[in-house]
């Protein structure tokens, strides 16, 4: 099993900047992405940005440019970096790992991220 450990998260005005890490612990070997979903109330959850195999990533369109995905595999973290933060950008956010060959996921348990003045 992967159990996956969020932290950062809070409140922060529209402009600024909140930095999110997630760390991995358990059957480390087994995982094969890493990334972060959100989800704002009413709304689905949607991939924010993910770690894919090989080191490259992927991000939604939404936060190209202003977030940064980065992964740790000495420390078997995933961190995100989210700048120029927008009120859109509040949400419940989720670290998520894609475990086996079967890629299952495997959740945090989400931290709140708000942006307001």
């Known amino acids: 099993q992967v159990q996956l450990v969020e932290s950062g998260g809070g409140l922060v005005q529209p402009g600024g900047s909140l930095r999110l890490s997630c760390a991995a612990s358990?059957?480390?070997?087994?995982?094969?992405?890493m990334g972060w979903l959100r989800q704002a109330p009413g709304k689905q959850r949607e991939l924010v940005a993910r770690?894919?195999?090989?080191?490259?990533?992927v991000y939604a369109d939404s936060v190209k440019g202003r977030f940064t995905i980065s992964r740790d595999n000495a420390k078997n973290t995933v961190s995100l970096q989210m700048n120029s933060l927008k009120p859109e950008d509040t949400a419940v956010y989720y670290c998520?790992?894609?475990?086996?060959?079967?890629?299952?996921?495997?959740w945090g348990q989400g931290t709140q991220v708000t942006v307001s003045s």
């Open positions: 998520n790992a894609e475990v086996g060959n079967n890629y299952l996921p495997r």
């Open positions: 358990g059957s480390i070997f087994s995982i094969k992405t």
């Open positions: 770690v894919i195999s090989g080191g490259g990533t």
